[in-house]
């Protein structure tokens, strides 16, 4: 059983390099520093950014790489509040939330790992700032909750943006879960 305690060792998807294969490699990760929660990866989504990160969008601070920010784990924690399940909404700040110091550090054979944005979820057990968990039912479908971190915020919260719409005000360009949710918040709004 994991604690949140120590550097644990565990495996991850690291990609070495600018459009190279990532490949199953075993790291180290500190443990979490205040305001910060140990997470068991139980579910992991593959999001386009990622892809785009590993042929090196600005979305990444080089590599080596461990991809991923869609995703749904269990927290450990000092308090119950943490052994939960939870999702990694890593974007999802409410305008008056300042964006939190990112502490989360993890190496893989002596090599400071960069991550996604603010987290990573294509490993066993990440670090990430509590104001980044959601608590989710845990009877929810796991391979479906992980897209509430990107795809479902994303495409829900932007077609959200515009009050009171009407059907001649929306277009969506977006595919997949983004365009999706967008498309349902538009209906909800009124839109459709």
């Not at 939870?86 to 939330?97: G, H, I, V, Y």
Request: proline fraction near 5%.
């Amino acid at each position: 059983m994991c604690t949140s305690q120590g550097v644990i060792t565990c495996k991850a998807a690291v990609c070495w390099g600018l459009g190279m294969t990532v490949k199953l490699e075993e790291i180290q990760v500190d443990p979490p520093k205040s305001g910060e929660v140990r997470v068991k990866t139980l579910c992991a989504s593959i999001c386009h950014t990622d892809v785009l990160g590993i042929q090196g969008s600005p979305y990444v601070n080089g590599f080596p790489l461990v991809p991923g920010h869609e995703g749904i784990g269990r927290g450990y924690g000092d308090s119950n509040i943490y052994r939960r399940v939870w999702t990694l909404p890593e974007l999802c700040l409410r305008k008056d939330q300042p964006l939190p110091d990112i502490h989360f550090q993890s190496y893989c054979r002596g090599k400071k790992l960069q991550h996604t944005w603010t987290c990573a979820t294509w490993l066993e057990y990440t670090v990430v700032n509590a104001n980044y968990l959601l608590k989710v039912d845990p009877g929810i479908n796991l391979a479906h909750a992980s897209f509430i971190s990107c795809g479902f915020s994303t495409g829900y919260g932007a077609a959200g943006r515009k009050p009171k719409l009407k059907v001649d005000q929306v277009l969506l360009f977006s595919v997949l879960v983004i365009g999706v949710w967008g498309y349902k918040r538009s209906e909800n709004a009124g839109g459709y």
